[in-house]
T-cell receptor, first 110, second 112 residues
Framework: NAGVTQTPKFQVLKTGQSMTLQCAQD?????MYWYRQDPGMGLRLIYY???????DKGEVPNGYNVSRLNKREFSLRLESAAPSQTSVYFC?????????FGQGTRLTVV | KNQVEQSPQSLIILEGKNCTLQ??????????LRWYKQDTGRGPVSLTI?????NTKSNGRYTATLDADTKQSSLHITASQLSDSASYIC???????????FGAGTTVTVRA
């Protein structure tokens, strides 16, 4: 039972490049989330998916897009990376208010 | 707007000592409150959950309290160990809301 798996763990992008962060969960949870974590700030919600086939914007959605590919997978895409998107990104799935997090992706945009 | 405030931002304690972390929230209608532990370079992991009717809950050396009237919670760490060095995050859920409200966390450093 792997829980929530994120890839990659580390990534360096040049400004303007695009990339997709992958997330998969094997706990059969309906709800999945993407957060970013910056120093001195709490986790901020980028996008979430309450169930397969639905996605909604969170607190900081600008510059990101998401796809809920199926019940297991929820990907986050940066179409044109900016230095302000340098952060640690966490994917999570939710069961009865308990969030299960992936290991995180440390993204640096130069 | 639902908010969660934690204090202190960071603290340093000697191994074997106790410490208490604070969490104040304005989330409404309140469903539950969880404390998460986040080790460096890892995702947060749930330590405890407190619902409206619960005042105290323990998980080993971690004891969480909740005062739903004043909207305050605390996390007490007893006889700290080096492995307790981590960030502790207070997370509050509202009823019928898929989104969680996160505090900024308290970074605890335990020194030998």
């Amino acid at each position: 039972n792997a829980g929530v798996t994120q890839t990659p763990k580390f990534q360096v992008l040049k400004t303007g490049q695009s990339m997709t962060l992958q997330c998969a969960q094997d706990m059969n949870h309906n709800s999945m989330y993407w957060y970013r974590q910056d120093p001195g700030m709490g986790l901020r919600l980028i996008y979430y998916s309450a169930s397969e086939g639905t996605t909604d914007k969170g607190e900081v959605p600008n510059g990101y897009n998401v796809s809920r590919l199926n019940k297991r997978e929820f990907s986050l895409r940066l179409e044109s990376a900016a230095p302000s998107q340098t952060s640690v990104y966490f994917c999570a799935s939710l069961e009865v208010s308990q969030a299960f997090f992936g290991q995180g992706t440390r993204l640096t945009v130069v | 707007k639902n908010q969660v405030e934690q204090s202190p931002q960071s603290l340093i304690i000697l191994e074997g000592k106790n410490c208490t972390l604070q969490c104040n929230y304005t989330v409404s209608p309140f469903s539950n409150l969880r404390w998460y532990k986040q080790d460096t370079g890892r995702g947060p992991v749930s330590l405890t959950i407190m619902t409206f009717s619960e005042n105290t809950k323990s998980n080993g050396r971690y004891t969480a309290t909740l005062d739903a009237d004043t909207k305050q919670s605390s996390l007490h760490i007893t006889a700290s160990q080096l492995s307790d060095s981590a960030s502790y995050i207070c997370v509050v859920s509202a009823i019928d809301d898929y989104k969680l409200s996160f505090g900024a966390g308290t970074t605890v450093t335990v020194r030998a």
